[in-house]
């Protein structure tokens, strides 16, 4: 999931951080040279453990859903759990059991977090906790069944009514029925449709949304034309099979606006991307494949020169770091 949510970004133009474990096995050396010399992300913070496996999770796509089983070990705990975060416009963090020890700082010095919390385990579902647990986020992306459970509400809409007190941006997913948010910082409400695609696979969805929302955000476009380049986005996604290298670069998204019928209300409500799409660099990406060729040809991305310092414009921490 934090992998998809890197590249997403990555390939919407942010210059993207991640801070993750990584096995020294085989599979890890690929994971780690296919994030850096392939999407050109930074893996400064990440650090890589002997002896420890890569975790390995199967997603199961069926009827318009997804499950996920992973056969993982705890990844080893360093000794100073408080990595020297870099400077970062965004950063995202998972509040799933606790909070980071670096989002305090990160808040301190103004970056927007974005957090999430996936689904509670210990099915508490405590909302005090959780929001103690937000205090100085910027925003908050639980998707409907989350936020419902959350807030004991019983439509997007209305977790969406209670959640707004709690983050300045608040955004709950819906999939299929497309996606609300609330901006405290200008007063606007916003629900956005979902899109129809031919779906393929579900697997990473939520990921890409959260990663165009953020994209949106430091663009500083309103809040309804974030959700509606979310929602295309994360509809985009799904057309592939696979969960990061499914996530379309600004390449597919326009290949996507020339398909779009003149005067449809899809080429109403995207006209803004007529403007975005003169000013980003188009580049093709590569897909994922049924099986992993560890061997093979691999496609041309220009390497970042380590030697020569780098602005951030988002970065990603797990909680166990």
């Known amino acids: 999931g934090v992998a998809t949510l890197a590249v997403a970004a990555s390939r919407l ?14 599979y890890g050396d690929y994971l780690w040279s296919t994030l850096v010399d392939d999407e050109a992300i930074d893996l400064t913070m990440s650090r890589r453990w002997a002896g420890w496996h890569s975790p390995v999770t199967v ?3 069926y009827d318009q859903d997804r499950a996920m089983i992973t056969h993982a070990h705890e990844p080893p705990q360093p ?14 963090a998972d509040l799933a059991r606790d909070r980071p020890a670096w989002v305090d700082g990160a808040v301190a010095d103004g970056t927007l977090v974005f957090a999430d919390v996936g689904w509670d385990a210990t099915d508490q579902w ?14 908050f992306v639980p998707n409907a069944l989350e936020a419902m459970t959350y807030t004991r509400t019983d439509s997007p809409g209305a977790a969406l009514e209670r959640i707004r007190d709690w983050v300045p941006l608040a955004v709950v997913t819906g999939g299929s029925s497309g996606s609300y948010a609330a901006d405290a910082e200008t007063g606007e409400t916003a629900w956005a449709p ?12 939520g990921d890409v949304f959260l990663a165009a929302l953020v994209a949106g955000t430091l663009r500083e476009w309103p809040i309804l034309q974030r959700l509606r380049f979310a929602n295309l986005c994360a509809a985009l996604s799904v057309r592939d099979f696979g969960g ?20 449809s209300w899809l080429a109403r409500d995207y006209a ?11 580049r093709t990406y590569g897909r994922a494949v049924a099986t992993i060729g560890f061997v093979g040809t691999r496609h041309d991305h220009p390497r970042h020169d380590p030697a020569q310092p780098r602005t951030r414009d988002f970065r990603i921490a797990p909680s166990g770091e």
Do not use: N, Y
């Open 194 to 205: 979902a899109l129809s695609v031919p779906a393929l696979d579900p697997t990473g969805a």
């Open 244 to 263: 990061a290298l499914a996530a379309p670069g600004w390449a597919a998204i326009c290949d996507w606006w020339e398909a779009v019928e003149p005067g």
């Open 79 to 92: 000794e100073d759990r408080t990595p020297t975060m870099p400077p970062a416009k965004a950063a995202f």
């Open 13 to 26: 133009g942010l210059r993207t951080a991640l801070g993750a474990a990584f096995g020294e096995d085989m």
């Open 59 to 61: 997603s199961l796509s």
């Open 272 to 282: 803004f991307l007529e403007d975005v799409l003169g000013t980003v660099e188009h």
């Open 126 to 139: 405590d909302a005090a906790a959780l929001r103690s647990r937000l205090e100085g986020c910027h925003a």
